[in-house]
C-alpha cells in the first residue's frame, strides 16, 4: 500500500507538471498578443483619421479588457503562489495612475492581484470537491482620486480537477444470495461506488469494477458492478457462504488510478435437491397389547439434508397393516414419524405385524418428481394380562312391574382373553343402584329383582356391572345394564285435576255445563278406553253424555235451578278403564249455580248477591268500605296528633303566687297564726288539681298523672301533696334523668332532728347548744361552725 501511494504522487506531480508547462506559457503571452492586438488596432484607426481628415467617421468602441477563462489547479502547494492570470487594459500604456482593484468570491483571501502589473496569484491551497469555480469582479481604477476609469467586467476562475479522490462505497459491505445449483450468468446483486473527482474532465471519475477474491465462483461485469455466478453446481450442502472482495478504480482501470475495495457476503439458499433417508433399513418395536388407543409405540426419523421447508417430510404406512391396526403421523419439531394404535392389540390373535413405512417430502423436487424413502418396521406384540371382557357391550333387559323379588331379569357373561383363564367374579356398581333394587350372582352373572318395579316411577334402569378376574383382582371390566320396566294395569284412570263447572240460572235443560277427560298412569299398547258413568243412575239434576274421544259432557235436565234454594250440587262420577283386570276411581264434580247475562256470561256466583243494589257488585262494595276505613283511620290520627299538640316550656300564668308579690297590713302571730295567712298561697294553684308542670325541658309526650286526693284551700296536708308528686316523679317514664329544682314554702313536720326555725322556740340564739349538728356527719358540719363561732362571738 506504501509503494502504490508513491506511485500515485508520483503520477498525480507528472501530471500537474505538464498541465504547468502547458497552460502557463498561454496565460503569459496572452495578454502581450492581446495588447500587440490592441496597440495594432489604435494604429489603424490613426491612419484613417489622416486619410478622412475633415469627415466625421463613426466608428464602435472597442472593449477595454482583454484576456481569456481562467484556470488553476485543484491541490497544488508550490512553495510559491501559483500564477493563475494576468489582467490588462488599453489604458495601460505606462502609465503609473493606473491601479487593478479585484472583488467577488475569494477575492482578498484566496486570490490576490498586482495593482500594478494586473497579476492574479492563488494563495491557498485549493479544492475542487469543496468548490469548482469562482467568479470576481475586475476593475481599473485612478491610483489618485481612486475613480473608476472603466466599468467593471466578471470573470470566472474555475479549479481543474485532479485525481486526488478514490472510489468509495457507500452502502458496503453487501450481502447477497442465489439459490444453490443456479446456473452459470445468474445474477445475484450489484455493488455501486462513487468518486469524488470530475465526471466529465478526464477519466479521473471513470470507474471499473473487478474481483479480487472470490474467483472462479463469481464474476463482476466492470462497467455494471453486477456480480454473477461463475461455477455451475454450487451446492448449499457443501458451502453455504462465500466472501467476494470487489475492487472499483478509476482513471479506467489504467495505471495511477486510485482504487477502493468492499465485501460482499453471497448465501447460497436451500433448494429441495436432496430426498429423506431412514437412519436404517428396518426397525423393531415390541409393543404390549394393552397399550392404549393413540398412545405412541415406537418412532421412526428420515434425515434430510436440505433445511426449513425443503426438509419437512411426511410419514405413512404403505403395507403390512391389513387390519387398519397401526396410524404414523408427523411431528413437526423434532421431524419424526409417530407409530401408534387404531384399534387394540390382540396378543391370541395376532403376535407380530410388518409394515412398510414411506416418508415424502413435502415440497416437490427440481425435477417435479417428489423425493421419497421407505422402511420396514416390524412390530411384535407383546403378551399382557388384560381385564376380562364382555360378551356384549352394553345389555337390554326387561321385567314387568310389581315383579315379585328374586325374579331374573337375565344374565351377562364375560370370560378372560388371556391364556391364564381366569375365572370371573361379577358385581353391580352401587353408585349406580343407590336404592338397591338389584342383585347379581358373583359366580354365574344373573341379575334379579331385589326390591318391586313401579313402571310409572321410573321407565328405564341403567346400572354397570363389573367383571374382576379372581387371579387379578386389578383387572376389573365394566359393562352397562339398561332395564326396561314393562306395564301393568295397576293404577286406575282419574280426573287430571279437580273440576269446578258454573251452572247459569236462566240456562236451558240439555246445556253442557262442563267437559271432563280423565288420564291414567298406565300405558298400555293399544291405548286407553274410559267409561264414565254417575254414582246415582237416577239424577234427577244431570245427566252425562259420552263424546266417543274418552271424555263425557255434563248436561243440565232443567231450567228451575236457584241459588237461594241451592248454592252449588256435588256430583260423583265413576271412570273404569279396559285393562286387565279393569281398574276403576270415583271423581266428584263441584257445580256452582251463578247468575249470568242474556249471553250466558256469568256474573256472580255468590246467594248474597240478591240483597245488594243493582248495578253494585261485591268488589265494588269492598272497595267502598276499605276507602270509608280509611278515612276514619286518618281521622283519628288527626285527633290524636291534635290532642298530644307541644305546650310551651314557660307556664304564663297570672295567678301564680311565686310571680306575684302579697302584701298584707297586719303583723301575724307566727306559725300558731292561721288566720293572717293561708298556708296554701305557697304551693302552685294548678298543683290542687293534681297536675304540676315541669320547669325544665318538657317531654313530647305528656305523661298523664293520676289525681291525688287534696283537701279544701284551708285543709291542704302539704306532706302528703309532696309524697305524692314525689311518688310522680319517681314512676314518670317520660321525666328527664336530671335534677329539676322544685321550691317548697312548707318545711314540713315530725323531724327527727327538729325544727331549725327559730319562731317555735321561746328561747334566745344564747340558750341554744348546736353542738349536736356537728354529729349529724360532714353535710352539717360547717353549719355547726357557724353556729359555734356565732356563740362564741358573743361570749365577754
Request: charged fraction near 25%; hydrophobic fraction near 35%.
Amino acid at each position: 500500500m506504501r509503494v502504490q501511494r508513491k506511485e500515485m504522487q508520483r503520477d498525480a506531480w507528472t501530471r500537474i507538471l505538464l498541465v504547468w508547462i502547458t497552460c502557463v506559457p498561454c496565460f503569459s503571452t496572452v495578454p502581450f498578443n492581446n495588447q500587440s492586438m490592441s496597440l495594432q488596432s489604435t494604429s489603424d484607426a490613426a491612419l484613417r483619421s489622416r486619410l478622412l481628415e475633415g469627415q466625421r467617421i463613426l466608428i464602435r468602441a472597442k472593449r477595454g479588457w482583454v484576456w481569456n477563462q481562467m484556470f488553476v489547479l485543484e491541490e497544488f502547494s508550490g512553495p510559491d503562489p501559483i500564477l493563475v492570470g494576468r489582467l490588462h487594459t488599453d489604458l495601460d500604456v505606462g502609465n503609473k495612475n493606473i491601479r487593478y482593484v479585484l472583488a467577488g468570491e475569494g477575492a482578498g483571501t484566496i486570490f490576490a492581484i498586482n495593482d500594478k502589473t494586473g497579476d492574479i496569484h492563488a494563495m491557498k491551497r485549493l479544492d475542487r470537491e469543496e468548490k469548482a469555480e469562482y467568479t470576481l469582479t475586475a476593475q481599473v481604477i485612478n491610483r489618485d482620486t481612486n475613480e473608476p476609469l472603466e466599468p467593471p467586467s466578471e470573470f470566472i476562475i474555475k479549479v481543474q480537477d485532479i485525481n486526488d479522490n478514490p472510489p468509495q462505497f457507500i452502502e458496503g459491505p453487501y450481502q447477497g444470495s442465489v439459490p444453490e445449483m443456479s446456473p452459470v450468468g445468474t445474477s445475484v446483486t450489484r455493488v455501486t461506488a462513487t468518486d469524488a473527482d470530475d465526471p466529465v474532465y478526464g477519466n479521473s471519475a471513470k470507474l471499473v469494477y473487478s474481483i479480487l477474491e472470490g474467483q472462479p465462483y463469481f464474476s463482476i461485469d466492470q462497467n455494471s458492478a453486477v456480480i454473477k455466478v461463475a461455477l455451475a453446481g454450487m451446492d448449499r450442502e457443501l458451502r453455504e457462504e462465500y466472501l467476494v472482495v470487489i475492487q472499483a478504480k478509476d482513471m479506467g482501470g489504467h495505471m495511477g488510478g486510485l482504487s477502493g475495495t468492499t465485501t460482499v457476503t453471497i448465501t447460497l439458499t436451500d433448494i429441495n435437491d436432496n430426498p429423506p433417508k431412514f437412519s436404517k433399513g428396518s426397525y423393531e418395536f415390541t409393543i404390549p397389547e394393552d397399550l392404549g388407543i393413540g398412545k405412541p409405540g415406537g418412532r421412526v426419523k428420515a434425515n434430510d439434508r436440505d433445511i426449513g421447508e425443503n426438509a419437512r417430510s411426511t410419514y405413512s404406512i404403505v403395507g403390512g397393516d391389513e387390519r387398519d391396526v397401526f396410524q404414523i403421523i408427523t411431528d413437526s419439531p423434532t421431524q419424526e414419524g409417530i407409530l401408534s394404535l387404531k384399534k387394540p392389540l390382540d396378543f391370541e390373535s395376532k403376535k407380530f405385524y410388518n409394515l412398510t413405512v414411506v416418508a415424502t417430502n413435502v415440497r416437490s423436487s427440481t425435477t417435479g418428481v417428489p423425493f421419497l424413502d421407505q422402511a420396514v418396521v416390524k412390530v411384535v406384540v407383546e403378551d399382557a394380562d388384560e381385564p376380562p371382557v364382555f360378551t356384549e357391550s352394553m345389555y337390554v333387559f326387561e321385567v314387568h312391574e310389581n315383579a315379585p323379588i328374586t325374579t331374573v331379569i337375565g344374565t351377562v357373561a364375560a370370560r378372560d382373553q388371556d391364556a391364564m383363564r381366569s375365572l370371573i367374579r361379577y358385581s353391580i356398581d352401587r353408585h349406580t343402584d343407590l336404592e338397591r333394587q338389584f342383585n347379581i350372582h358373583v359366580e354365574d352373572g344373573k341379575i334379579t329383582l331385589a326390591k318391586p318395579l313401579d313402571r310409572e316411577t321410573d321407565t328405564w334402569h341403567n346400572i354397570t356391572v363389573t367383571a374382576t378376574e379372581i387371579r387379578n383382582h386389578s383387572q376389573i371390566s365394566r359393562a352397562i345394564v339398561a332395564i326396561r320396566v314393562l306395564d301393568i294395569n295397576d293404577n286406575a284412570p282419574e280426573f287430571p285435576a279437580e273440576y269446578e263447572a258454573y251452572l247459569c240460572e236462566n240456562g236451558k235443560p240439555g246445556q253442557v255445563i262442563q267437559t271432563i277427560s280423565a288420564v291414567d298412569k298406565d300405558n298400555p299398547v293399544q291405548g286407553h278406553t274410559f267409561h264414565y258413568r254417575m254414582e246415582i243412575l237416577s239424577n234427577p239434576n244431570f245427566t252425562i253424555k259420552n263424546n266417543l274421544d274418552n271424555s263425557i259432557s255434563i248436561l243440565a235436565k232443567h231450567d228451575s235451578f236457584r241459588r237461594q234454594k241451592q248454592e252449588f250440587y256435588l256430583l260423583p262420577i265413576v271412570v273404569t278403564d279396559d285393562g286387565d283386570p279393569p281398574m276403576s276411581s270415583t271423581n266428584t264434580l263441584t257445580i256452582r249455580v251463578c247468575g249470568c247475562s242474556k249471553d250466558g256470561v256469568v256474573q256472580s256466583c255468590n246467594p248474597e248477591a240478591f240483597v245488594l243494589p243493582i248495578g253494585l257488585s261485591m268488589g265494588a262494595l269492598i272497595a267502598i268500605l276499605a276507602c270509608i276505613i280509611l278515612l276514619l283511620v286518618i281521622v283519628v290520627l288527626f285527633v290524636t296528633l291534635r290532642r298530644h299538640k307541644n305546650e310551651p316550656l314557660i307556664i304564663k300564668d297570672d295567678e301564680d303566687v311565686r310571680e306575684n308579690i302579697i302584701r298584707y297590713d297586719d303583723e301575724g302571730g307566727g306559725e300558731e297564726d292561721t288566720e293572717a295567712f293561708d298556708i296554701a298561697t305557697l304551693q302552685n294553684p294548678d298543683g290542687i288539681n293534681g297536675f304540676l308542670p315541669r320547669k325544665d325541658i318538657k317531654p313530647d309526650l305528656q305523661f298523664m298523672p293520676r289525681q291525688g286526693h287534696h283537701s279544701g284551700p284551708n285543709g291542704v296536708d302539704v306532706d302528703e301533696f309532696i309524697n305524692v308528686r314525689l311518688h310522680e316523679a319517681d314512676n314518670d317514664p317520660t321525666a328527664p334523668p336530671y335534677d329539676s329544682i322544685q321550691i317548697y314554702g312548707y318545711e314540713g313536720r315530725g323531724s327527727v332532728a327538729g325544727s331549725l326555725s327559730s319562731l317555735e322556740t321561746a328561747s334566745s340564739d344564747s340558750d341554744q347548744n348546736y353542738d349536736y349538728l356537728r354529729e349529724w356527719g360532714p353535710r352539717f358540719r360547717r353549719l355547726g361552725e357557724l353556729y359555734s363561732v356565732g356563740e362564741s362571738d358573743r361570749d365577754p
